[in-house]
């Protein structure tokens, strides 16, 4: 009897064209992670070395988002409309649509901070605050990572950890986001930089929030149910203040 | 921390669900063999007062023989042996004091396919209340007419030909019809096999729009194939498997979050 318990998705579909249908959306779900990681890893590439051909590729890079979002959102919609998911498919359906969106975010961070690598260029950019940058994207990167992981093996001990982690990315991104504050004020002309690098570190903050939200919609799809504990968080930027 | 606050979730949504409507009907221990063929083993089901309880399963699973035993229909059946306890309002149905006439307008039944008699509409209804002595004139049988088919929402389509053949109505008209019949006798409990099985999608619609309003007033057990009706219509359903009773709880939940893998696998089509 025990063994029969946790329904997990194992068998077949009678209709074996339903589970192409499935297969479908994990598939270009996997896609779309793939093309994030890679826009993100790229966009801070670009940033640091001020590479301003690829910036231009991550920009262009974000309508591949865009496009699976669509067929992602269409192909779900239809499978509803077909044959009336139930239990683990109905939740895997509903969780492909809020993955994708999610993704398709990531890919809007990654552009936006894209866009900024033109802006930040010739200025000098303090050694310290480049790898400040760099580490917050290599934490991001590793939950982004960690969460499509969780998602191919549908693992709910997986997501949870990852959600249990971002609170490291807000305490990194705090410590950025003072030091910013006190290069700006130490002299004046680090204004413009240091403004479009803060908004590229509240980018990447934004994309360890979304993995988080990717972890939370994971563990639901392999549940059932959802996280309603408060998981930790670590972001003080809202109170910093930096007095001279 | 975190473990108090989930723990005072749990606590919350579990006295929510534990607020049960009494119990209607109780099965305990049923088992129930055709001869040498045994059909239900041990199931316990209770079946709650004003709600729609749905028995779901492959066919073969024993849903319609657990249906049956609710109003003794498996004594026609030759060869059929019940055993273990089948009670309504706490009193045993198989008791031998207990009049199966009676009985049977307590518990009405639906079928699948509509078998309205070969009279007029107005006779199909008013044939139960007159062999029951329920009116005593014929302004008390044109009452309980008349409300019986407006409670099976049939009446406003049917007033100005109630003396035509109830055999000449559409399926759907015909199967609000046999349900107008069960009411007819005021019955407490209305079983319905698979009763949108022959109807198109809109008889259907009507039929479980129906359900709805009958559960108010009535207490209904429903053995449907159609995993989407048995979410639309039902709060509480009862998974059957091999003659076993699998899983039973809250419909929202078995529907979207099963414990049982038979029961993920049969509501998400991997069956078999």
Redesign the interface.
């Known amino acids: 009897m025990s063994?029969?318990?946790?329904?997990?998705v194992?068998?077949?579909?009678?209709?074996s064209s339903?589970d192409d249908e499935l297969q479908f959306l994990v598939r270009r779900i996997s896609e779309m992670g793939g093309i994030a990681e890679r826009m993100v890893e790229e966009s801070v590439a670009a940033l640091v070395n001020s590479d301003a051909a690829l910036s231009q590729k991550v920009i262009s890079d974000d309508l591949l988002l865009d496009d699976a979002e669509r067929q992602i959102g269409e192909k779900a919609v239809l499978i509803i409309a077909k044959?009336?998911?139930?239990?683990?498919?109905?939740?895997d359906i509903i969780g492909s649509i809020r993955i994708a969106a999610d993704l398709e975010r990531v890919g809007d961070m990654a552009k936006n901070n894209a866009k900024r690598v033109l802006a930040v260029q010739g200025m000098a950019q303090p050694k310290k605050l480049v790898r400040g940058i760099e580490h917050l994207s290599e934490l991001a990167l590793t939950q982004l990572k960690e969460v499509l992981d969780a998602y191919s093996s549908r693992s709910s001990e997986l997501a949870n950890s990852v959600r249990q982690r971002d609170d490291e990315i807000d305490a990194i991104y705090t410590s950025l986001f003072r030091e910013l504050l006190t290069y700006m004020m130490e002299d004046p002309r680090n204004i413009t930089a240091c403004t479009h690098l803060l908004f590229c570190a509240k980018n990447i903050e934004r994309i360890g929030d979304h993995a988080t939200n990717i972890a939370e919609t994971v563990y639901y799809m392999a549940?059932?149910?959802q996280l309603?504990?408060?998981r930790p968080k670590d972001d003080e930027t809202a109170s910093v203040v930096v007095r001279n | 921390m975190?473990m108090m606050?989930?723990a005072a979730?749990e606590a919350a949504v579990g006295a929510k669900t534990t607020a049960q409507p009494p119990i209607k009907m109780q099965g305990r221990l049923v088992n129930v063999s055709y001869g040498d063929n045994q059909a239900l083993f041990d199931v316990d089901l209770d079946v709650r007062l004003h709600q729609v309880t749905a028995l779901i399963g492959p066919s073969g699973c024993g849903k319609s023989t657990f249906l049956r035993c609710l109003n003794r229909m498996n004594d026609t059946i030759e060869g059929c042996r019940v055993k273990g306890s089948i009670t309504l309002d706490g009193a045993d149905i198989y008791d031998p004091s207990i009049d199966v006439v009676e009985l049977r307008a307590n518990v009405g039944m639906v079928f699948q396919k509509p078998n309205p008699f070969p009279k007029t509409i107005y006779e199909n209804v008013a044939y139960g209340p007159r062999i029951h002595g329920l009116a005593t004139g014929k302004a008390e049988m044109d009452e309980i007419v008349e409300t019986s088919l407006r409670k099976a929402g049939l009446f406003e389509e049917v007033k100005d030909r109630l003396h035509t053949a109830g055999t000449g109505l559409s399926g759907g008209q015909q199967q609000r019809l046999c349900i107008a019949r069960a009411i007819a006798v005021s019955p407490e409990v209305i079983l319905m096999d698979e009763p949108c099985s022959a109807l198109d999608p809109i008889a259907t619609a009507k039929v479980e729009e129906l359900i709805d309003e009958l559960r108010v007033n009535y207490t209904i057990v429903i053995v449907t194939h159609s995993?989407?009706q048995a979410?639309r219509v039902s709060q509480r359903t009862a998974m059957f498997h091999l003659g076993r009773l699998v899983e039973e709880g809250a419909t929202d939940k078995m529907?979207?979050?099963?414990?049982?893998?038979?029961?993920?696998?049969y509501?998400?089509?991997?069956?078999?």
């Open positions: 063994d029969q318990k946790n329904p997990t194992s068998a077949a579909h009678t209709v339903y044959r009336q998911p139930m239990a683990s498919d109905l939740r549940t059932g149910s309603t504990t408060e | 975190n606050s989930e979730v995993m989407q979410a529907f979207t979050n099963p414990d049982d893998q038979r029961t993920q696998d509501i998400t089509g991997r069956y078999g």
